[in-house]
């Protein structure tokens, strides 16, 4: 126990350096998710693979890409905006 005590250094924290001023916000009300990437990547799903955490089968997601590559971008863009903007302009306590 002494060995740890003599590798920390005891420093002056009454004297603290004040934090330089941080970026402004990035804006990330204006995401879009493409339905043809959607899509592409769902076809580069293995459908040898196991099911994920929701139970999906990838030889199912494989199977409907392009069926399902509209709705899911509209969902991704219209809940990532959603998400950040109730995020960034809540100002109550929890």
């Known amino acids: 126990m002494i060995f740890f005590c003599s590798v ?3 420093e002056d924290t009454t004297n603290l350096p004040s934090p330089e001023a941080c970026h402004k916000r ?3 009300d204006n ?3 493409d339905p043809d ?3 592409n990547k769902l076809t580069e799903v293995r459908p040898d693979k196991a099911a994920g955490s929701n139970n999906m089968s990838p030889r199912l997601l494989k199977n409907i890409s392009n069926e399902i590559a509209n709705p ?3 969902v ?3 809940g990532v905006t959603h998400l950040f903007h109730n995020y960034f302009s809540y100002s109550g306590s929890p």
């Open 37 to 39: 990437t959607i899509a």
């Open 8 to 10: 920390f250094t005891k």
């Open 26 to 28: 990035a804006r990330l």
């Open 76 to 78: 991704g863009s219209r």
């Open 31 to 33: 995401i879009e998710v």
């Open 72 to 74: 899911v971008a509209y």
